[in-house]
């Protein structure tokens, strides 16, 4: 059973500090994919990765960064957490290449910065 | 850039009716494919149908149909035979070139 897991459903963080949210999936995908969700904005890419190491902004990366050093992980950091990163956060992992290769999703982080 | 658009933030249908949900897409790619999630309310993203570019006919699965316009750049889902389960978070998204983008996403609501 393919299976993309992320490492907290809740998170209550401090203005200022530095948040690790971990993603891990176990497909052996190339792809994995960092978003936010807010209501009435949809999913928002932060950042994704299509290799190892390899790193690419989304649409809306200031405030984050990420690190690939596994295939398997994809570690999305917020350097210097504020109170407008309240919001959930989706991991999601897909094959390379192109094709019907959906992409499957963890359950999701609710980070909430106070 | 790719840029995806959902213009209906919320939808009713009543049981065992059709509804058809919008989508819009822009990007310069040749090559990509488009796909249709279901979010429920407990959260969880359940892949519902995908359309490749070079796909000539329209891709179906079950009760769902995408209506897939290219010239118009248009990918709309087809739910038919409506029913309660249909109650959810319904998002577009493409993928082009290793991104994977998603629209703003439409709430829709099956009454009984």
């Known amino acids: 059973d393919v299976k993309v897991t992320q490492s907290s459903r809740y998170l209550v963080k401090r203005t200022g500090e530095k948040v690790f949210l971990e993603c891990v999936q176990d497909?052996?995908?190339?792809?994995m994919f960092w978003y936010r969700q807010d209501p009435g904005l949809g999913l928002r890419l932060i950042y994704f990765?299509?290799?190892?190491?390899?790193?690419e902004k989304g649409d809306i990366p200031e405030g984050y960064s990420v690190s690939r050093e596994k295939k398997e992980r994809f570690s999305l950091i917020l350097e210097s957490a504020s109170t407008n990163q309240t919001s959930m956060y989706l991991c999601?992992?897909?094959?390379?290449?192109?094709?019907?290769?959906?992409?499957?999703f963890g359950q999701g982080t609710r980070l909430t910065v106070v | 850039a790719q840029k995806i658009t959902q213009t209906q933030p919320g939808m009713f249908v009543q049981e065992k009716e059709a509804v058809t949900l919008d989508c819009t897409y822009d990007t310069s790619d040749q090559s990509y494919g488009l796909f249709w999630y279901k979010q429920p309310s407990s959260g969880e993203m359940i892949f519902l149908i995908y359309q490749g570019s070079y796909d000539e006919q329209n891709a179906t699965e079950g009760r769902y149909s995408l209506n897939f316009q290219k010239a118009r750049k248009s990918a709309n889902l087809v739910i038919s035979a409506s029913q309660l389960g249909d109650s959810a978070m319904y998002f577009c998204?493409?993928?082009?070139?290793?991104?994977?983008?998603f629209g703003a996403g439409t709430t829709v609501t099956v009454r009984a």
């Open positions: 999601a992992s897909s094959f390379g290449g192109q094709g019907s290769t959906q992409a499957f």
């Open positions: 990765s299509y290799d190892v190491k390899m790193k």
């Open positions: 998204a493409m993928r082009a070139d290793y991104k994977l983008s």
């Open positions: 497909m052996d995908h190339e792809n």
